[in-house]
Each structure stands twice: as C-alpha cells, then as structure tokens.
C-alpha cells in the first residue's frame, strides 16, 4: 500500500510497523500499529528484555497532524511480565509516560505553550485544556529542573500580585544573571523563609547584598538568616512612594488652599501625572512648558518636586562619604522645607539612610524585577489566570532562566 511505504518519511514509530490507515472525514488519519515480529519487548520498570506477555490491550494515541489532518495512532499495549518487577507496561521510546500522545507532538504543544495561551494551543491540536497544560508542565518540570543555587552571592527580591484582593508572591532572583532563583506565595518573614532553607547554610553564608524595597519583613528574615548581608534599597520604590506621599499630598493640599481659584486649583488638580515624571522623559514641548509655569507659580510644588530629583541622585553616588554627606544634606533640607508631607517622609525614610549608602558600594536595583512583574502579568493575561501555583511559578522561571556566564 503506497501510503504504509510512504510513512517512513515521517519518522515512523520505533519498533512497530504500520498494517492499515484510514482516511476519515474531519480531517482524521487513522494509524493502525503492530508490533515487529522480531523486536523484544522492554519491561517499562528496569528496562530489562522480556519474553512474557502479561496482557494486550489496544490504546488510542494521538500524534503530530499530517497535511493538516489530525492523526490517531491506534497501538497494541503490551503489559508484560517482569521476573523483577512483575506486570508492567511495555516501554516505548516515542510515547509520553501516563500521556496519550507521542512526545513529539508533545515537545510541539510545549513549543507553543511558550508564546501562545493555552487555549490557543489546545484549539490548534485539537487538545484539551487540562491536557495541554499537563503536557508544558510535565515539559518545564523537566527541562528547568531544582534551581541550582550555587554561587549565588548577590539576590534581589521582590513582590508581585497573584490575583486581585491583596494576594501576593515573591520573587527571588540573581540580578548579575537575571535568573529567577525562587518564587513562593505570600510576601512575609516566614513565607520566605524556605528559599533560605534551600540555600542551606553554606549558601546563606555566601549571600553578600540583597536589594529589595522598604519592606521590613523582607529586611528582618534577611537580617536573621544573612547577617553578614548588606542590605540595598531600590531607587525606584523609594520614588514611587516618594511621588505616593509626598508629591500627590502635596498637589492635594496645594488645590484645596486654592479653592477661591477655580481656575488655579483645576491646573495643579490636573497635573498629577506631570508632576510624577521626570522633566527629561516629558516628549511633548507643551507639557514642558506647563511643567515649568506650574512650578514657577506655586513654591511648595517646586521645593517637592527638586528635592524628588535631588532624591534620585544620591543612587547615582559612588562614593560612600560623598553619598553620607550628600544624604545629610538632603534630610536637612526636606526637613527645614516647612512642608509636612515631606518632612514627614523624611523622617521616615533616615532609619533606611544606611540601606542607600550601600548603593555606593553594591550599584544594584529591582528595575530587573520590574520586567519581570510586567512579563508576570503577562504570563496571567496568556492563562486568563492560573489556578496552579507551581505551574505558574515554573513559566516565570522559564521565562528568566539567566544569562550563560
């Protein structure tokens, strides 16, 4: 029969032979199996040859499409009988264990999980959700393997949303590599605690820096398990709580002062945005312009808004005195403004003074997990939402698996 001779092209299925095919409509392609005659059976437990036959049945297994068509293989299962493990499958080299599919058109579906939702795929193959995503899971399982934490001495850690109602996640990573280490549910002191069980004593006593956000759960573990580890605050959370507490409370109280203005009070209500970013990154030369009348009429917005970029400079210092009287003379000034939003948030922000100092010496920052929550709610949007903690958790490693040194 041409089309038996002609499936040798396609690979065909080792050891078995192909004994009759079926064009049906849909398109399908039926695929009927034999074992070769002359091939030993493989116990599925040892990998041992075995002679007896314990039972036959006939098992339904899908494959890669041909021409479009979706193809079934139907395959005589052999369970045979192993002198050292008893009754077991036989072993066959091209299916997937506890899987109706071949593995290549399991590695397919994997390749498609990576860039696709899994809906798409499972449409597209003509698979089930739940099928589909059994099959990247089993995928990414083993292709990423335990994390190797060896020589791992610098970590960023970070916190993500899972789903909508304040529920949370961490993730730990290597930002000289940009390698997720770690990912857990929860964001406090002892939701955390198992990465550095899995670092292990060694590994802890390795950890040199740990940049991080103003989260005081974050820095009490960090300080209990490494304390030989200097602590690095990230500029970005330090500005955007900065922007939060100081500038929008500002804007706030500087409208409500204004309310005989109407006019007035409707240009700084308006202005949030504006404010909140940096003058270099403004494209429009309209918006410039505002910016630069608001801030000549009105002399609290403009205190706020200099000592926001005198704020991002001290992360640019690389000099541990200069950065130490460079932080002096910030905390003098916020607190002489006669601002209290600002002088508030200075207060607040002296008992983390030796965490920015650090920068000097450690010149790191979370921008790298930034990406990474923007890639995270990404992955969320791709799954319409996860329901698997550990499958969700293996695409962000998969998606950050580092950079080969």
């Known amino acids: 029969m041409p089309e038996i001779e002609h499936m040798a092209w396609l690979g065909g299925w080792e050891g078995y032979e192909v004994c009759h095919i079926e064009r049906m409509a849909g398109p399908e392609i039926w695929i009927y199996l034999a074992p070769q005659p002359a091939r030993a059976m493989v116990c599925g437990g040892c990998g041992a040859a075995v002679r007896d036959l314990h039972e036959l049945t006939y098992r339904q297994i899908r494959d890669l499409p041909i021409l479009e068509a979706r193809t079934w293989l139907v395959l005589p299962r052999r369970r045979v009988r192993c002198p050292s493990c008893g009754p077991k499958l036989e072993r066959v080299s091209w299916l997937v264990p506890y899987a109706r599919v071949t593995k290549r058109l399991a590695e397919s579906v994997a390749r498609l999980c990576a860039v696709l939702p899994i809906k798409h795929v499972a449409a597209f193959f003509g698979l089930g959700w739940d099928a589909v995503k059994a099959i990247d ?11 190797d934490l060896d020589g791992v001495r610098v970590i960023a850690m970070d916190e993500f949303a899972l789903h909508k109602g304040h529920r949370y996640a961490t993730v730990i990573v290597d930002p000289t590599c940009k390698r997720v280490l770690w990912v857990g549910r929860g964001r406090g002191r002892e939701d955390v605690r198992s990465f550095f069980e899995l670092l292990g004593e060694a590994g802890r006593a390795r950890i040199e820096a740990v940049v991080m956000d103003m989260n005081g759960a974050y820095e009490s573990e960090v300080r209990h398990q490494c304390p030989q580890a200097e602590i690095v605050y990230d500029l970005f959370h330090v500005v955007a709580k900065y922007g939060r507490e100081v500038i929008d409370r500002v804007r706030v109280d500087e409208a409500n002062r204004l309310k005989g203005d109407k006019a007035a009070r409707k240009v700084i209500k308006g202005a949030r945005w504006l404010l909140l970013r940096n003058r270099d990154t403004i494209g429009k030369p309209e918006d410039r312009v505002r910016l630069d009348e608001l801030l000549t009429a009105n002399r609290a917005l403009m205190t706020v808004y200099v000592l926001r970029d005198d704020l991002r400079q001290l992360w640019h210092l690389r000099n541990a005195e200069e950065a130490v009287l460079a932080c002096r003379d910030w905390f003098r000034r916020a607190l002489d403004s006669d601002i209290e939003p600002l002088a508030e948030f200075a207060r607040k922000l002296y008992a983390y003074s030796a965490g920015i100092v650090a920068h000097c010496r450690w010149p790191l920052h979370t921008g790298l997990l930034e990406g990474i929550n923007n890639k ?30």
């Open 137 to 147: 899971k089993r995928h990414l399982e083993r292709a990423l393997g335990p994390v």
């Open 376 to 405: 995270i709610k990404v992955i969320k949007r791709m799954a319409y939402g996860f329901r698997d903690d550990a499958y969700f958790f293996l695409k962000i490693r998969a998606a950050y698996p580092g950079i080969p040194g």
